[in-house]
């Protein structure tokens, strides 16, 4: 099955920013864009972003989404130690008729 | 605020059928459809399909063949059936949803999770 591409991990020093991308192709990231999810360890996942770039109720303004392409990006600034999770995105692949996830990626604040 | 909960056997023995539930509280499932979602220990998440409240489904092409689920709204429920389970499908199990109305698509709540373990 077809997943998008995340890097696995990223590394900041506090109060820097961070930016995660996650690469697909035209059927799923390049069709409809792709959502973010944040993960802190022995936590569910919790939507930081939606796939038009829209942040949920109560998501800090540090967090920004952006699309190019097949490409989507997740800006993260002024790092607090609490960002330090696994961000996962994900988008619906409209040739698999399924949702996909990129493998995730840690980051770290140093 | 809608929340979820999963429920179901912590340990399914080899070659059998796990079964889990969530059951969806503080919100009607008419507007979403709802997802479950796997996470090994360690790994990433892993979409394992999606119902509509019309009862239409959708699975993931690796999972298909094994998988079924089912949902009933009058007691606010849906349900995932996973057959010939193998030590590969030990993971933590989530549901969640996704507003079908809502362009923005994306799984806005989650459940907390329940570990199931694949094991003689």
């Known amino acids: 099955q077809a997943g998008l591409t995340q890097p696995p991990s990223v590394s900041k020093g506090l109060r820097q920013t961070a930016t995660l991308t996650c690469t697909g192709n035209?059927?799923?990231?390049?069709?409809?864009?792709a959502a973010w999810l944040q993960q802190h360890q022995g936590h569910p996942p919790k939507l930081l972003s939606y796939?038009?770039?829209d942040r949920p109720s109560g998501i800090s303004e540090r967090f920004s989404a952006s699309r190019s392409g097949n490409t989507a990006s997740l800006t993260i600034t002024g790092l607090q130690p609490e960002d330090e999770a696994d961000y996962y995105c994900?988008?619906?692949?409209?040739?698999?008729?399924?949702?996909?996830f990129g493998g995730g990626t840690k980051l770290t604040v140093l | 605020q809608v929340q979820l909960q999963e429920s179901g056997p912590g340990l399914v023995k080899p070659s059998e059928t796990l079964s889990l539930t969530c059951t969806v509280s503080?919100?009607?499932?008419?507007?979403?459809?709802w997802s479950w979602i796997r996470q090994p220990a360690g790994k990433g998440l892993e979409w394992i399909g999606r119902?509509?409240?019309?009862?239409?489904?959708n699975y993931s092409p690796s999972l298909k063949d094994r998988v079924t689920m089912s949902l009933d709204t009058s007691r606010n429920q849906f349900s995932l059936s996973l057959t010939s389970v193998t030590a590969a499908d030990t993971a933590t199990y989530y549901c969640?949803?996704?507003?079908?109305?809502?362009?923005?698509?994306?799984?806005?709540?989650w459940g907390q999770g329940t570990m199931v373990t694949v094991s003689s």
């Open positions: 119902i509509y409240p019309s009862g239409s489904t």
């Open positions: 969640a949803k996704v507003d079908y109305h809502d362009i923005r698509h994306a799984f806005d709540v």
């Open positions: 035209s059927y799923d990231v390049g069709h409809q864009g």
């Open positions: 503080g919100g009607s499932m008419t507007s979403s459809y």
């Open positions: 994900s988008a619906w692949d409209t040739s698999l008729t399924a949702w996909v």
């Open positions: 796939r038009n770039n």
